[in-house]
């Protein structure tokens, strides 16, 4: 962000999700920071190195001033463009969707489908208690695959109305490149940065 100036895009995620979703985060930075502004997110404090992909803000980096987590949370949801949620089921991340709810305007914040219907309700209960609410999906709605795999997204109208857009499901035979993935996702965005003023280009 000392290089780039542009507004940042913030990744919110549960930190267990690095683990699966090592890709597409490196895929979200390459997209986020090419067409929209830095992709940066807080790192775990148990990290010994940070992950590929986000630039992390950690402790360290905030605390100086007597800023703690939460309060460094909220000033970067009011600075950013963008919010990208990765679903998850923690306290954290239930908190900061209700930040979300409060200060972002609603086409700013993006949920990026991942995992299991299974993992999708549980996600969709904590979101509802923060006032986040997201609609009831079945398989059909989605081609659920790996939980590393995002499936397609959720946008949001001007009244937070949700809407829900499917990636078309993959069969195992189907190109799952890395290049592949970020075609799909700059397909996906592209509706949604527009509505921001931001031209995403197809590849």
Known sequence: ??????????????????????????????????????????????????????????????????????????????????????????????WEIAQCREVLAPQRLVVL???SPKAYSAFRDIAAQAGLMLPQISTSDFGWSAESDVVGLITFGSDWSANLAAFPPQSLLEDNSVEEQERRLRRALAPTMDRLGVFIRQT
């Open 113 to 115: 489908m991942r995992g």
């Open 1 to 94: 962000m000392r290089k780039d100036k542009r507004a940042p895009v913030l990744y919110l995620r549960p930190f267990e999700a690095e683990t699966v979703l090592t890709v597409q985060e490196r895929v979200l930075a390459r997209i986020m920071e090419s067409e929209v502004g830095p992709l940066v997110a807080v790192g775990n404090p148990g990290d010994r190195l940070p992950h590929l992909g986000a630039a992390r803000f950690y402790e360290r980096d905030f605390s100086g001033d007597g800023r703690n987590w939460q309060l460094f949370m909220r000033e970067m949801l009011l600075r950013a463009r963008l919010v990208l949620i990765a679903p998850g089921r923690t306290v954290g991340l239930a």
